[in-house]
């Protein structure tokens, strides 16, 4: 099981170019990558995008990259027009100021701008990035499991938590129908009506209450979903959407369990149980 969260970088060099990825991961419902880099970077997205999506399935990865030339195979160039333009500049200034002389070619190369390193070929900029990004995604997922492995521990507690809760209500559930039977003869007894216990009306009224008050089908369900997302957090494929599933199933469990057992002590702990599963929730926001 894998987090969301995370962090890598990645560095290399091949064929004169050096490559720096740096890759950030925090939670999101679907996968989502978005490259940072200079605009003469923005081709890579695709390719950045194509790599990021094999390896992630869930959580927005952000995606830094930095490139420079690393020997002399990138010849430098010469910028003509910003050449033309400071030469301009300096003959018009010469003029104003009354100075004499020639402005030689070392002045005007020498002017910022004028000489700029030629851009590395996409040809070879792409080996590079590739591999530098595969190293960082490498320790974006090394971390990822890191911090899924402490909330696999802590998702097991509260699972534990959770099937204790369980066993209480079914512990609790069949004194249900008698405590019910108790306060209706305490009811008819305030009202000075007279009381026979074998009367028809009051078995079935106790039969019925008993019948609709049953909640032996949504602990079973309950059990269900305990095993199955026990079974998930050992799980290596992402598990987030399943867990997260699984979460609002046994929410609807705990609804229907506090709602048709009509009990005070049986409501404590649907309200315990309910409060452990929004903690679960809180947890599962970060899983892949």
């Known amino acids: 099981m894998k987090s969301m969260t995370g962090h890598g970088r990645g560095e290399t060099a091949a064929k004169g170019v050096r490559a720096v990825v740096e890759c950030f991961s925090?939670?999101?419902?679907?996968?989502?990558v978005s490259l940072a880099a200079g605009r003469e970077l923005a081709w890579l997205e695709p390719h950045v995008r194509e790599e990021v999506l094999k390896r992630v399935s869930r959580g927005k990865v952000q995606v830094s990259v930095a490139i420079e030339t690393t020997d002399d195979s990138v010849h430098g160039l010469i910028d003509r027009s910003r050449a033309a333009a400071f030469l301009k500049e300096a003959k018009a200034l010469q003029k104003h100021l009354g100075l004499t002389g020639e402005i030689s070619l070392?002045?005007?190369?020498a002017a910022p701008g004028v000489i700029r390193a030629g851009d590395p070929s996409e040809r070879d900029v792409l080996?590079?990035?590739?591999?530098?990004l595969g190293l960082s995604l490498d320790a974006l997922l090394e971390m990822r499991v890191r911090e899924g492995s402490h909330l696999q521990k802590d998702l097991a507690k509260s699972l534990t938590r959770m099937a204790a809760m369980v066993k209480r209500v079914r512990t609790l559930a069949p004194n249900v129908?008698?405590?019910q039977r108790e306060n209706l003869l305490r009811r008819l007894e305030s009202a000075q009506l007279p009381i026979d216990v074998m009367e028809p009306r009051l078995a079935t009224e106790i039969a019925v209450f008993a019948e609709r008050c049953d909640i032996a089908e949504e602990l079973t369900r309950l059990d269900?979903?305990?095993a199955q997302f026990r079974d998930a957090l050992k799980s290596?494929?992402?598990?987030g959407r399943t867990l997260e599933f699984l979460a609002q199933e046994m929410g609807r469990e705990w609804n229907t369990t506090g709602s048709k057992a009509n009990d005070s002590e049986i409501s404590r702990v649907v309200v315990d149980a309910k409060a452990e599963l929004d903690r679960i929730r809180e947890q599962l926001a970060n899983i892949e």
């Open 26 to 32: 925090v939670n999101r419902k679907q996968a989502e």
């Open 224 to 226: 269900s979903h305990i």
């Open 236 to 239: 290596d494929a992402p598990v």
């Open 106 to 109: 070392e002045t005007v190369l």
């Open 177 to 179: 129908p008698k405590r």
């Open 127 to 132: 080996p590079a990035v590739k591999k530098a």
